[in-house]
Protein backbone atom coordinates (compact mmCIF):
# COMPACT_ATOMS: atom_id res chain seq x y z
CA UNK A 1 0.00 0.00 0.00
CA UNK A 2 1.69 3.63 -0.99
CA UNK A 3 1.69 6.17 1.62
CA UNK A 4 1.31 9.33 0.74
CA UNK A 5 5.06 10.23 1.62
CA UNK A 6 5.88 7.52 -1.09
CA UNK A 7 3.91 9.76 -3.66
CA UNK A 8 5.58 12.60 -2.82
CA UNK A 9 8.98 10.90 -3.11
CA UNK A 10 7.57 9.89 -6.53
CA UNK A 11 7.10 13.41 -7.82
CA UNK A 12 9.64 14.78 -6.44
CA UNK A 13 12.18 11.50 -7.96
CA UNK A 14 10.56 12.67 -11.58
CA UNK A 15 10.78 16.02 -11.77
CA UNK A 16 14.82 16.28 -11.20
CA UNK A 17 16.61 17.72 -13.93
CA UNK A 18 19.14 15.28 -13.81
CA UNK A 19 18.36 11.55 -14.41
CA UNK A 20 18.51 8.48 -11.35
CA UNK A 21 18.59 5.27 -11.22
CA UNK A 22 18.73 2.97 -7.93
CA UNK A 23 20.53 0.05 -8.71
CA UNK A 24 20.65 -2.91 -6.10
CA UNK A 25 23.65 -5.33 -5.42
CA UNK A 26 23.31 -7.23 -8.06
CA UNK A 27 23.45 -4.70 -10.11
CA UNK A 28 19.34 -4.82 -11.36
CA UNK A 29 17.46 -0.91 -11.70
CA UNK A 30 14.92 -1.01 -8.84
CA UNK A 31 14.20 2.79 -9.44
CA UNK A 32 14.38 5.18 -12.75
CA UNK A 33 12.93 8.49 -13.15
CA UNK A 34 11.61 10.25 -16.00
CA UNK A 35 14.60 12.07 -16.67
CA UNK A 36 16.64 8.81 -16.58
CA UNK A 37 14.39 7.01 -19.29
CA UNK A 38 14.14 10.03 -21.14
CA UNK A 39 18.53 10.32 -21.73
CA UNK A 40 18.20 6.89 -22.87
CA UNK A 41 15.22 6.33 -24.81
CA UNK A 42 13.03 4.37 -22.97
CA UNK A 43 9.34 4.37 -22.16
CA UNK A 44 7.75 4.78 -18.50
CA UNK A 45 8.99 1.69 -16.18
CA UNK A 46 10.57 -0.06 -19.19
CA UNK A 47 14.13 0.03 -17.72
CA UNK A 48 12.76 -1.43 -14.51
CA UNK A 49 13.98 -5.13 -13.49
CA UNK A 50 16.81 -4.81 -16.27
CA UNK A 51 20.76 -4.69 -15.50
CA UNK A 52 22.35 -1.52 -15.50
CA UNK A 53 24.29 -2.45 -17.34
CA UNK A 54 22.10 -2.66 -20.86
CA UNK A 55 23.07 1.45 -20.89
CA UNK A 56 26.85 0.79 -21.30
CA UNK A 57 27.95 0.67 -24.52
CA UNK A 58 29.20 -3.10 -25.47
CA UNK A 59 33.06 -2.12 -25.06
CA UNK A 60 33.02 -0.71 -21.70
CA UNK A 61 30.71 -3.61 -20.21
CA UNK A 62 32.78 -6.17 -19.40
CA UNK A 63 34.96 -3.87 -16.84
CA UNK A 64 31.76 -1.94 -15.84
CA UNK A 65 30.64 -5.22 -13.09
CA UNK A 66 33.67 -5.56 -11.80
CA UNK A 67 33.87 -1.72 -11.13
CA UNK A 68 30.12 -2.28 -9.63
CA UNK A 69 31.65 -4.87 -7.33
CA UNK A 70 34.23 -3.15 -6.28
CA UNK A 71 32.55 0.14 -5.18
CA UNK A 72 29.65 -1.99 -3.04
CA UNK A 73 32.51 -3.52 -1.47
CA UNK A 74 34.41 0.06 -0.32
CA UNK A 75 30.90 2.30 -1.19
CA UNK A 76 31.79 5.62 -1.05
CA UNK A 77 29.97 9.08 -2.76
CA UNK A 78 32.37 10.08 -5.66
CA UNK A 79 32.40 10.61 -9.44
CA UNK A 80 32.40 8.00 -11.84
CA UNK A 81 35.44 7.52 -14.19
CA UNK A 82 37.44 10.77 -12.86
CA UNK A 83 39.84 11.78 -16.02
CA UNK A 84 37.65 9.32 -18.23
CA UNK A 85 34.79 10.09 -20.80
CA UNK A 86 32.18 8.37 -20.15
CA UNK A 87 29.14 7.05 -22.33
CA UNK A 88 25.73 5.73 -22.11
CA UNK A 89 23.85 3.33 -24.56
CA UNK A 90 20.51 4.29 -26.05
CA UNK A 91 18.01 1.82 -26.26
CA UNK A 92 18.01 2.45 -29.81
CA UNK A 93 22.10 1.73 -30.27
CA UNK A 94 23.50 5.49 -30.40
CA UNK A 95 25.34 6.75 -27.53
CA UNK A 96 25.29 9.63 -25.47
CA UNK A 97 28.12 11.11 -23.20
CA UNK A 98 27.24 11.41 -19.92
CA UNK A 99 28.82 12.31 -16.55
CA UNK A 100 27.64 10.05 -13.18
CA UNK A 101 27.74 10.64 -10.06
CA UNK A 102 27.37 7.67 -7.57
CA UNK A 103 25.88 7.78 -4.26
CA UNK A 104 25.83 4.66 -1.32
CA UNK A 105 22.92 3.93 0.25
CA UNK A 106 22.73 1.51 3.39
CA UNK A 107 19.46 -0.24 3.43
CA UNK A 108 18.97 -3.25 5.94
CA UNK A 109 19.19 -5.36 3.28
CA UNK A 110 22.26 -4.70 1.84
CA UNK A 111 23.75 -0.96 0.22
CA UNK A 112 22.16 -0.01 -3.17
CA UNK A 113 23.40 2.57 -5.33
CA UNK A 114 22.11 6.11 -6.35
CA UNK A 115 23.33 6.93 -9.77
CA UNK A 116 22.52 10.49 -11.28
CA UNK A 117 23.41 11.25 -14.53
CA UNK A 118 24.22 14.55 -16.52
CA UNK A 119 23.83 14.76 -20.39
CA UNK A 120 26.76 16.44 -21.53
CA UNK A 121 27.00 16.33 -25.19
CA UNK A 122 26.19 20.14 -25.60
CA UNK A 123 28.70 21.00 -23.47
CA UNK A 124 31.22 18.98 -25.56
CA UNK A 125 29.95 20.09 -28.75
CA UNK A 126 30.60 23.90 -27.68
CA UNK A 127 34.14 22.88 -26.26
CA UNK A 128 34.70 21.37 -29.53
CA UNK A 129 33.96 24.41 -30.94
CA UNK A 130 35.54 26.92 -28.54
CA UNK A 131 38.57 24.45 -28.81
CA UNK A 132 38.86 24.69 -32.85
CA UNK A 133 38.20 28.70 -32.78
CA UNK A 134 41.21 29.14 -30.84
CA UNK A 135 43.43 26.75 -32.37
CA UNK A 136 42.04 28.15 -35.76
CA UNK A 137 43.41 31.91 -34.14
CA UNK A 138 46.29 30.26 -32.90
CA UNK A 139 47.56 29.50 -36.51
CA UNK A 140 46.11 32.64 -37.65
CA UNK A 141 48.16 34.58 -35.69
CA UNK A 142 51.57 32.87 -36.04
CA UNK A 143 51.15 32.26 -40.31
CA UNK A 144 49.98 35.96 -39.98
CA UNK A 145 53.79 36.75 -38.68
CA UNK A 146 55.74 34.63 -41.01
CA UNK A 147 53.52 35.95 -43.40
CA UNK A 148 54.35 39.43 -42.29
CA UNK A 149 58.29 38.89 -42.14
CA UNK A 150 58.11 36.30 -45.82
CA UNK A 151 56.74 39.30 -47.61
CA UNK A 152 59.40 41.75 -46.69
CA UNK A 153 61.90 38.96 -47.33
CA UNK A 154 60.10 38.85 -50.82
CA UNK A 155 60.05 42.28 -51.40
CA UNK A 156 63.50 42.95 -51.14
CA UNK A 157 64.54 39.73 -53.52
CA UNK A 158 61.84 41.38 -56.13
CA UNK A 159 63.47 44.84 -55.31
CA UNK A 160 67.24 43.43 -56.09
CA UNK A 161 66.51 41.23 -58.62
CA UNK A 162 64.92 44.39 -60.61
CA UNK A 163 68.18 46.23 -59.97
CA UNK A 164 70.30 43.89 -61.14
CA UNK A 165 68.23 43.02 -64.17
CA UNK A 166 69.14 46.69 -65.37
CA UNK A 167 72.24 46.23 -65.74
CA UNK A 168 72.58 42.73 -66.87
CA UNK A 169 72.73 42.49 -70.73
CA UNK A 170 73.25 38.66 -71.12
CA UNK A 171 70.21 37.07 -72.25
CA UNK A 172 70.18 33.90 -70.68
CA UNK A 173 71.29 35.68 -67.47
CA UNK A 174 68.17 38.24 -67.93
CA UNK A 175 65.74 34.92 -68.35
CA UNK A 176 66.84 33.35 -65.13
CA UNK A 177 66.30 36.62 -63.62
CA UNK A 178 62.94 36.94 -64.74
CA UNK A 179 62.54 33.42 -63.37
CA UNK A 180 63.45 34.73 -59.92
CA UNK A 181 61.10 37.94 -59.98
CA UNK A 182 57.96 35.20 -61.44
CA UNK A 183 58.38 33.13 -57.93
CA UNK A 184 59.40 35.45 -55.68
CA UNK A 185 56.03 37.38 -56.84
CA UNK A 186 54.09 33.94 -56.66
CA UNK A 187 55.70 33.62 -53.04
CA UNK A 188 54.25 37.17 -52.53
CA UNK A 189 50.51 36.17 -53.58
CA UNK A 190 50.49 33.02 -51.23
CA UNK A 191 51.99 35.39 -48.37
CA UNK A 192 49.05 37.80 -49.39
CA UNK A 193 46.67 35.31 -48.77
CA UNK A 194 48.06 33.97 -45.23
CA UNK A 195 47.69 37.46 -44.43
CA UNK A 196 44.15 37.92 -45.24
CA UNK A 197 43.15 35.02 -43.05
CA UNK A 198 45.34 36.40 -40.05
CA UNK A 199 44.25 40.04 -41.01
CA UNK A 200 42.18 41.52 -37.64
CA UNK A 201 38.62 42.76 -38.17
CA UNK A 202 37.87 46.47 -39.59
CA UNK A 203 35.10 47.90 -37.93
CA UNK A 204 34.94 50.58 -40.05
CA UNK A 205 33.56 49.18 -42.81
CA UNK A 206 30.61 50.22 -44.81
CA UNK A 207 27.25 48.55 -45.41
CA UNK A 208 27.14 46.74 -48.89
CA UNK A 209 24.51 44.58 -50.67
CA UNK A 210 26.03 40.98 -51.40
CA UNK A 211 23.61 40.30 -54.34
CA UNK A 212 25.96 42.14 -56.82
CA UNK A 213 29.18 41.03 -55.85
CA UNK A 214 28.13 37.94 -55.72
CA UNK A 215 26.50 38.07 -58.92
CA UNK A 216 30.03 39.18 -60.58
CA UNK A 217 32.00 36.92 -58.43
CA UNK A 218 29.06 33.87 -60.15
CA UNK A 219 29.44 35.15 -63.43
CA UNK A 220 32.98 35.63 -63.51
CA UNK A 221 32.86 31.48 -62.04
CA UNK A 222 31.18 30.21 -64.90
CA UNK A 223 33.73 31.31 -67.49
CA UNK A 224 36.45 29.81 -65.68
CA UNK A 225 34.82 26.49 -63.91
CA UNK A 226 34.28 23.46 -66.30
CA UNK A 227 31.20 23.42 -68.73
CA UNK A 228 30.50 19.85 -67.30
CA UNK A 229 29.54 21.89 -63.69
CA UNK A 230 26.36 23.63 -63.81
CA UNK A 231 26.44 26.93 -61.57
CA UNK A 232 23.07 28.22 -60.24
CA UNK A 233 22.64 31.29 -58.17
CA UNK A 234 19.23 32.03 -56.52
CA UNK A 235 18.76 34.83 -54.26
CA UNK A 236 16.02 35.79 -51.71
CA UNK A 237 14.61 39.58 -52.60
CA UNK A 238 15.41 40.88 -49.30
CA UNK A 239 18.90 39.80 -47.87
CA UNK A 240 20.31 42.00 -45.51
CA UNK A 241 23.17 44.72 -46.12
CA UNK A 242 26.21 43.44 -44.14
CA UNK A 243 29.24 45.32 -43.08
CA UNK A 244 31.73 43.62 -45.04
CA UNK A 245 34.73 44.34 -48.06
CA UNK A 246 32.60 42.96 -51.13
CA UNK A 247 35.92 41.74 -52.78
CA UNK A 248 36.71 39.47 -49.75
CA UNK A 249 32.98 38.33 -49.82
CA UNK A 250 33.99 37.54 -54.13
CA UNK A 251 37.35 35.76 -52.73
CA UNK A 252 35.25 33.70 -50.30
CA UNK A 253 32.38 32.40 -53.03
CA UNK A 254 35.82 31.98 -55.37
CA UNK A 255 37.45 29.64 -53.09
CA UNK A 256 34.17 27.57 -51.86
CA UNK A 257 33.06 27.40 -56.25
CA UNK A 258 36.16 26.52 -56.41
CA UNK A 259 36.66 23.70 -54.02
CA UNK A 260 33.28 22.55 -55.35
CA UNK A 261 34.54 22.38 -58.63
CA UNK A 262 37.24 20.72 -57.78
CA UNK A 263 35.58 17.92 -55.35
CA UNK A 264 33.41 17.32 -58.82
CA UNK A 265 36.54 16.64 -60.85
CA UNK A 266 35.52 16.09 -64.65
CA UNK A 267 32.31 14.59 -64.18
CA UNK A 268 29.08 15.99 -64.34
CA UNK A 269 27.92 17.95 -61.38
CA UNK A 270 26.36 21.06 -60.25
CA UNK A 271 27.34 23.90 -57.56
CA UNK A 272 24.49 26.13 -56.32
CA UNK A 273 25.30 29.73 -54.49
CA UNK A 274 22.31 30.65 -52.97
CA UNK A 275 22.21 34.23 -50.93
CA UNK A 276 18.97 34.24 -48.42
CA UNK A 277 18.05 36.00 -45.56
CA UNK A 278 18.45 33.88 -42.10
CA UNK A 279 17.38 33.75 -38.69
CA UNK A 280 18.35 31.77 -36.77
CA UNK A 281 16.37 29.63 -33.80
CA UNK A 282 17.20 29.32 -30.25
CA UNK A 283 18.44 25.63 -30.97
CA UNK A 284 20.63 27.20 -33.79
CA UNK A 285 22.04 29.56 -31.57
CA UNK A 286 22.84 27.09 -28.79
CA UNK A 287 24.81 25.31 -31.61
CA UNK A 288 26.46 27.88 -32.77
CA UNK A 289 28.02 29.87 -29.69
CA UNK A 290 29.29 32.35 -31.85
CA UNK A 291 25.93 33.44 -33.71
CA UNK A 292 23.39 35.57 -31.72
CA UNK A 293 19.93 35.68 -32.36
CA UNK A 294 19.59 38.37 -35.04
CA UNK A 295 19.05 39.11 -38.65
CA UNK A 296 21.81 37.39 -40.95
CA UNK A 297 22.87 37.29 -44.87
CA UNK A 298 23.70 34.07 -45.44
CA UNK A 299 25.76 32.61 -48.38
CA UNK A 300 25.62 29.11 -48.98
CA UNK A 301 27.48 26.63 -51.71
CA UNK A 302 26.42 23.83 -52.15
CA UNK A 303 28.24 21.05 -54.12
CA UNK A 304 27.10 17.32 -55.62
CA UNK A 305 31.21 16.86 -55.29
CA UNK A 306 32.77 13.48 -53.23
CA UNK A 307 32.48 15.12 -49.80
CA UNK A 308 35.05 15.18 -46.92
CA UNK A 309 35.24 12.61 -44.63
CA UNK A 310 34.53 12.91 -40.87
CA UNK A 311 38.73 13.39 -40.19
CA UNK A 312 39.29 15.79 -43.67
CA UNK A 313 36.31 17.67 -42.10
CA UNK A 314 38.08 18.23 -38.40
CA UNK A 315 40.45 19.28 -40.18
CA UNK A 316 39.40 21.33 -43.24
CA UNK A 317 40.08 25.04 -41.92
CA UNK A 318 43.66 24.62 -41.12
CA UNK A 319 45.78 26.37 -43.52
CA UNK A 320 48.16 24.03 -45.30
CA UNK A 321 46.15 21.33 -44.66
CA UNK A 322 45.08 19.94 -48.20
CA UNK A 323 44.24 16.65 -49.62
CA UNK A 324 45.23 17.45 -52.77
CA UNK A 325 48.42 16.80 -54.74
CA UNK A 326 51.31 19.03 -54.29
CA UNK A 327 51.39 21.95 -56.65
CA UNK A 328 47.25 21.70 -56.91
CA UNK A 329 45.93 23.18 -53.48
CA UNK A 330 48.29 25.08 -50.80
CA UNK A 331 45.69 24.06 -48.36
CA UNK A 332 44.53 28.22 -47.40
CA UNK A 333 41.41 28.08 -49.10
CA UNK A 334 39.26 27.52 -46.48
CA UNK A 335 41.17 29.26 -43.77
CA UNK A 336 40.86 32.41 -45.94
CA UNK A 337 37.44 31.94 -45.92
CA UNK A 338 37.49 31.42 -42.32
CA UNK A 339 39.41 34.43 -41.61
CA UNK A 340 37.51 36.81 -43.78
CA UNK A 341 34.24 35.79 -42.32
CA UNK A 342 35.39 35.94 -38.43
CA UNK A 343 36.57 38.88 -39.39
CA UNK A 344 33.05 40.54 -40.27
CA UNK A 345 32.14 39.43 -37.04
CA UNK A 346 30.25 36.15 -38.94
CA UNK A 347 30.59 32.59 -38.93
CA UNK A 348 31.26 29.44 -40.91
CA UNK A 349 29.43 25.95 -40.75
CA UNK A 350 30.15 22.72 -43.09
CA UNK A 351 28.29 20.17 -44.06
CA UNK A 352 29.52 16.77 -45.77
CA UNK A 353 28.98 13.03 -46.06
CA UNK A 354 31.45 11.31 -48.03
CA UNK A 355 29.92 10.70 -51.38
CA UNK A 356 27.38 13.09 -50.95
CA UNK A 357 28.84 16.79 -51.71
CA UNK A 358 28.78 19.46 -49.49
CA UNK A 359 27.44 22.23 -47.92
CA UNK A 360 28.87 25.52 -47.02
CA UNK A 361 27.25 28.10 -45.45
CA UNK A 362 28.44 31.35 -44.62
CA UNK A 363 26.45 33.75 -41.65
CA UNK A 364 27.29 37.19 -41.71
CA UNK A 365 25.33 39.47 -39.40
CA UNK A 366 23.23 42.16 -41.00
CA UNK A 367 24.27 45.67 -40.46
CA UNK A 368 22.57 47.60 -37.69
CA UNK A 369 21.72 50.62 -39.08
CA UNK A 370 23.18 53.15 -41.51
CA UNK A 371 21.91 56.76 -40.13
CA UNK A 372 25.72 57.47 -39.36
CA UNK A 373 26.86 56.73 -42.70
CA UNK A 374 24.01 58.82 -44.26
CA UNK A 375 24.66 61.95 -42.07
CA UNK A 376 28.26 61.86 -43.65
CA UNK A 377 27.34 61.29 -46.98
CA UNK A 378 27.11 65.28 -47.60
CA UNK A 379 30.73 66.49 -47.13
CA UNK A 380 31.28 70.47 -46.95
CA UNK A 381 32.86 72.31 -49.76
CA UNK A 382 35.78 72.58 -48.09
CA UNK A 383 36.32 69.42 -47.77
CA UNK A 384 39.66 68.17 -49.57
CA UNK A 385 38.32 66.57 -53.38
CA UNK A 386 40.19 63.49 -54.38
CA UNK A 387 40.47 62.71 -58.02
CA UNK A 388 39.90 58.36 -57.94
CA UNK A 389 40.62 55.54 -60.96
CA UNK A 390 39.70 52.46 -60.81
CA UNK A 391 38.71 50.35 -64.42
CA UNK A 392 36.40 48.67 -61.72
CA UNK A 393 33.52 50.02 -61.43
CA UNK A 394 32.70 47.73 -58.02
CA UNK A 395 35.83 49.42 -56.80
CA UNK A 396 35.97 52.96 -57.81
CA UNK A 397 32.13 53.05 -56.24
CA UNK A 398 33.04 51.36 -52.94
CA UNK A 399 35.92 53.18 -52.70
CA UNK A 400 34.19 56.49 -53.44
CA UNK A 401 32.13 55.90 -50.80
CA UNK A 402 34.31 55.22 -48.09
CA UNK A 403 36.13 57.94 -48.89
CA UNK A 404 33.06 60.12 -48.57
CA UNK A 405 32.12 58.79 -45.61
CA UNK A 406 35.31 59.71 -44.15
CA UNK A 407 34.35 63.43 -45.06
CA UNK A 408 36.36 64.19 -48.58
CA UNK A 409 34.58 64.67 -51.63
CA UNK A 410 35.72 62.44 -54.74
CA UNK A 411 35.58 62.57 -58.16
CA UNK A 412 35.98 59.04 -59.21
CA UNK A 413 36.02 57.32 -62.56
CA UNK A 414 36.38 53.95 -63.75
CA UNK A 415 38.32 55.35 -67.24
CA UNK A 416 42.02 56.56 -67.04
CA UNK A 417 41.35 58.66 -69.83
CA UNK A 418 38.24 60.75 -68.80
CA UNK A 419 39.51 60.56 -65.19
CA UNK A 420 42.83 62.57 -66.56
CA UNK A 421 40.92 64.75 -68.63
CA UNK A 422 38.77 65.58 -65.47
CA UNK A 423 41.64 66.55 -64.14
CA UNK A 424 43.02 68.73 -67.06
CA UNK A 425 39.85 70.87 -66.87
CA UNK A 426 40.87 72.23 -62.91
CA UNK A 427 44.23 70.78 -62.02
CA UNK A 428 44.19 72.89 -59.04
CA UNK A 429 41.07 71.79 -57.26
CA UNK A 430 42.16 68.59 -56.54
CA UNK A 431 44.31 67.84 -53.18
CA UNK A 432 45.07 63.82 -54.23
CA UNK A 433 44.98 61.93 -56.89
CA UNK A 434 44.39 57.55 -56.05
CA UNK A 435 45.15 55.36 -58.62
CA UNK A 436 44.60 52.20 -59.43
CA UNK A 437 48.18 50.56 -61.13
CA UNK A 438 46.70 48.00 -63.51
CA UNK A 439 44.14 49.67 -65.66
CA UNK A 440 43.80 48.36 -69.69
CA UNK A 441 44.58 51.69 -71.42
CA UNK A 442 47.26 52.85 -69.08
CA UNK A 443 49.03 52.04 -66.57
CA UNK A 444 48.69 53.54 -62.59
CA UNK A 445 52.54 54.70 -63.10
CA UNK A 446 51.33 56.48 -66.36
CA UNK A 447 48.73 58.55 -65.15
CA UNK A 448 50.76 59.24 -62.11
CA UNK A 449 53.13 61.04 -65.17
CA UNK A 450 50.55 62.56 -66.95
CA UNK A 451 49.18 63.69 -63.88
CA UNK A 452 52.38 65.41 -62.25
CA UNK A 453 53.20 66.94 -65.61
CA UNK A 454 50.01 69.33 -65.16
CA UNK A 455 50.71 69.86 -61.31
CA UNK A 456 53.93 68.73 -60.18
CA UNK A 457 53.21 69.31 -56.58
CA UNK A 458 50.27 66.79 -56.47
CA UNK A 459 50.58 64.05 -54.32
CA UNK A 460 49.55 61.05 -55.49
CA UNK A 461 48.46 57.21 -53.62
CA UNK A 462 49.32 54.63 -56.21
CA UNK A 463 47.20 51.27 -55.26
CA UNK A 464 48.84 48.25 -56.65
CA UNK A 465 47.33 44.58 -57.06
CA UNK A 466 48.22 41.25 -55.87
CA UNK A 467 50.72 40.40 -58.19
CA UNK A 468 52.16 43.86 -59.38
CA UNK A 469 55.51 43.66 -58.28
CA UNK A 470 56.61 47.27 -58.03
CA UNK A 471 59.91 48.29 -56.90
CA UNK A 472 59.90 50.85 -54.05
CA UNK A 473 62.92 53.50 -56.00
CA UNK A 474 60.58 53.15 -59.22
CA UNK A 475 57.82 54.01 -57.50
CA UNK A 476 59.45 57.10 -55.97
CA UNK A 477 61.50 58.39 -58.76
CA UNK A 478 57.29 58.59 -60.55
CA UNK A 479 56.79 60.88 -57.86
CA UNK A 480 54.37 58.59 -56.35
CA UNK A 481 53.77 59.72 -52.82
CA UNK A 482 52.34 56.57 -51.08
CA UNK A 483 51.50 53.07 -52.17
CA UNK A 484 48.03 50.66 -51.13
CA UNK A 485 48.35 47.18 -51.76
CA UNK A 486 45.15 45.38 -52.34
CA UNK A 487 43.13 44.24 -50.92
CA UNK A 488 43.01 46.90 -48.49
CA UNK A 489 40.02 47.57 -46.15
CA UNK A 490 38.16 50.82 -46.32
CA UNK A 491 39.78 51.95 -42.86
CA UNK A 492 43.47 51.82 -44.63
CA UNK A 493 42.36 53.61 -48.07
CA UNK A 494 41.11 56.60 -45.61
CA UNK A 495 43.96 56.68 -43.38
CA UNK A 496 46.52 56.92 -46.60
CA UNK A 497 44.28 59.67 -47.92
CA UNK A 498 44.18 61.55 -44.70
CA UNK A 499 47.77 60.95 -44.35
CA UNK A 500 48.45 62.37 -47.68
CA UNK A 501 45.84 65.40 -47.92
CA UNK A 502 47.17 66.45 -44.24
CA UNK A 503 48.24 70.09 -44.22
CA UNK A 504 52.23 70.02 -44.46
CA UNK A 505 53.47 72.41 -41.78
N1 LIG B 1 33.61 21.33 -51.42
C1 LIG B 1 34.49 20.41 -50.98
N2 LIG B 1 34.28 19.09 -51.23
C2 LIG B 1 35.15 18.15 -50.79
N3 LIG B 1 36.26 18.42 -50.08
C3 LIG B 1 36.53 19.72 -49.81
C4 LIG B 1 35.66 20.77 -50.23
N4 LIG B 1 36.18 21.94 -49.80
C5 LIG B 1 37.31 21.63 -49.13
N5 LIG B 1 37.54 20.31 -49.13
C6 LIG B 1 38.65 19.60 -48.47
O1 LIG B 1 39.28 20.49 -47.57
C7 LIG B 1 40.65 20.66 -47.92
C8 LIG B 1 41.07 22.07 -47.60
O2 LIG B 1 40.43 22.99 -48.48
P1 LIG B 1 41.11 24.38 -48.78
O3 LIG B 1 40.25 25.12 -49.72
O4 LIG B 1 41.47 25.02 -47.50
O5 LIG B 1 42.47 23.98 -49.47
P2 LIG B 1 42.71 23.37 -50.93
O6 LIG B 1 41.49 23.50 -51.76
O7 LIG B 1 43.25 21.99 -50.74
O8 LIG B 1 43.85 24.32 -51.48
P3 LIG B 1 43.67 25.85 -51.98
O9 LIG B 1 42.28 26.27 -51.67
O10 LIG B 1 44.67 26.62 -51.16
O11 LIG B 1 43.97 25.82 -53.41
C9 LIG B 1 40.74 20.28 -49.38
O12 LIG B 1 42.03 19.82 -49.72
C10 LIG B 1 39.69 19.17 -49.48
O13 LIG B 1 40.20 17.95 -49.02
MG1 LIG C 1 40.51 25.39 -51.91
Redo the contacts with the bound molecule.
Keep these: MKTPSADLFKLAFDSSPTGKLVIDHSGAIVLANREAERLFGYGPDELLGQSVEVLVPERFRWGHSGVRRAFQAAPQSRRMGAGRDLFGLRKDGTELPIEIGLNPVHTPDGVIILTTIVDISERRTLEAQLRQAQKLEAIGTLAGGIAHDFNNLLRSIIGYSELVTSVVTDPQALADLEQVRVAAARGQELVLRMLAFSRPSDSARLAVALHRPTLEAVDLLRSTIPSLIEIRYRHDAEVPPVRVDPTQVQQVLM??V???A??IGDATGSIEVALTAFRPDDAFVQAHPLMSKGLYARLSVI?S????SDE?QQH??EPF????PVG????????MVHGIVQGAGGCVDLQ?RLGE??R?DVYLPAAASEVAQHALDVPDESAPLILFVDDEEAISDLSRRQLVSAGFRVAAFSASLTALEEFRRRPDSFSLVVTDNTMPKMSGLQFAQEVRSLRPDIPILLVSGLVDTLAPDVIYQKGIAGLLRKPHTGAQLVAAARALTAPRG
Design positions: NLTNGQADGHGMVAFFTTKKGTGLGLSSGTV
